[in-house]
């Protein structure tokens, strides 16, 4: 059974950081995309960044590239989002996502919800 929980949210001063963790469960070792999506009153979901869990690739949306960090620890089955330099723009419900089980990120669809099999319930991170 698979459970992806959140934490970490919070308010943020514009130019200030914050982190995101993810405890995953129910995944086995195997490869795995995992990502961290937001979504923005009642547009839709975006890809945010993701991370394969097997070869460690990276891989972020344009929009936070070089202000945010996706990392991972694999003992703790946690994953994180480090967000920096925040701006009012990246006020939204942040959520951790997983694509099917052993399969890892596609360079051309990570960012897609469609791809995404398993969610999060989300964290809500406001930035002033």
């Known amino acids: 059974h698979v459970q992806l929980v959140e934490s970490g949210g919070g308010s943020v001063q514009a130019g200030g950081s914050l982190k995101l963790s993810c405890a995953a469960s129910g995944f086995d070792d195997s490869s795995n995309c995992m990502a961290w999506f937001r979504q923005i009153s009642t547009k839709e979901r975006e890809g945010v960044a993701a991370?394969?869990?097997?070869?460690?690739?990276?891989y972020y949306a344009d929009s936070v590239k070089g202000r945010f960090t996706i990392s991972q620890d694999i003992a703790a089955h946690t994953l994180y989002l480090q967000l920096g330099d925040v701006k009012a723009e990246d006020t939204a419900i942040y959520y951790c996502?997983?694509?099917?089980?052993?399969?890892?990120?596609?360079?051309?669809?990570?960012?897609?919800?469609?791809?995404?099999?398993?969610w999060g319930q989300g964290t809500q991170v406001t930035v002033s």
């Open positions: 996502a997983a694509g099917p089980r052993s399969h890892g990120c596609d360079s051309g669809s990570w960012s897609r919800p469609s791809s995404v099999n398993y």
């Open positions: 991370i394969d869990t097997g070869s460690a690739s990276t």
